[in-house]
């Protein structure tokens, strides 16, 4: 195993281990501690920790070594933690999370780029309609999804918010993990027909309608997903 695939595979095993509250909060570490655990160098543990204390999710003292924070102090929003969390026993809990998330900030973001969009991104947009339809009539689950990612993050952007663009990468995240939604017949000819609603009011300019349709798309996913 090369020292970058090392480096990554121990950190996911730490990151895992504070999510799924094997290290729980409050535990205090040692560099020769990590180092025992996961059998790593001395350089690799402190990189990890380094990448750790970095999303808040440890502190590291002089004198009373690293200590793992509660869940409230962590970057709740970076990728890695959001990954973490859906491979671990809170998964149920991030999907709510995160679907919850997107019903707030999703529909403005559908209005607001009926508003500010560039003829570009409005193209973009329909192109990667345009691909969840192609790819989902051809049975092409990987291509649909990379579409689909697509489609959300143009209209984050589109947006002209860039905080609403910064959570492009988590809601990929939520989309990479059930993109059935827990349904057999993925992709869903209903779900396409719902983005395609999207598209095509952000593209002629109806704010209200590229809102409400929004919505439709996201209440879907959270039904769906058995959110209630």
């Not at 559908?110 to 009539?137: F, I, K, N, P, V």
């Not at 827990?182 to 002629?204: F, L, W």
Request: with cysteine; aromatic share 4%.
């Amino acid at each position: 195993m090369s020292a970058s695939t090392l480096h990554w595979a121990v950190l996911d095993a730490l990151g895992s281990d504070i999510v799924s509250g094997d290290l729980p909060a409050g535990s205090v570490l040692t560099l020769e501690n990590l180092q025992q655990r996961y059998s790593v160098s001395r350089g690799v543990a402190r990189e990890c920790m380094r990448i750790l204390e970095s999303l808040r999710m440890v502190t590291s003292q002089r004198r009373t070594g690293i200590s793992i924070s509660p869940e409230r102090l962590w970057n709740v929003y970076d990728a890695r933690v959001i990954r973490w969390r859906l491979d671990s026993k809170h998964r149920a809990d991030q999907l709510r999370a995160l679907t919850e998330l997107r019903l707030g900030i999703e529909p403005i973001a559908a209005h607001l780029a009926t508003l500010r969009a560039t003829a570009d991104q409005r193209e973009a947009l329909r192109a990667a309609a345009e691909d969840m339809r192609r790819y989902g009539s051809a049975h092409r689950p990987v291509r649909y999804l990379a579409a689909d990612i697509d489609f959300h993050r143009i209209i984050l952007e589109a947006s002209g918010n860039a905080m609403y663009a910064a959570l492009a990468d988590p809601i990929a995240e939520v989309l990479k993990e059930s993109p059935s939604h827990g349904r057999s017949d993925y992709p869903v000819p209903e779900t396409i027909g719902y983005h395609e609603a999207v598209m095509e009011a952000i593209c002629t300019g109806d704010a209200g309608v590229a809102e409400r349709a929004m919505v439709t798309l996201l209440s879907d996913v959270r039904g769906a997903l058995k959110l209630e």
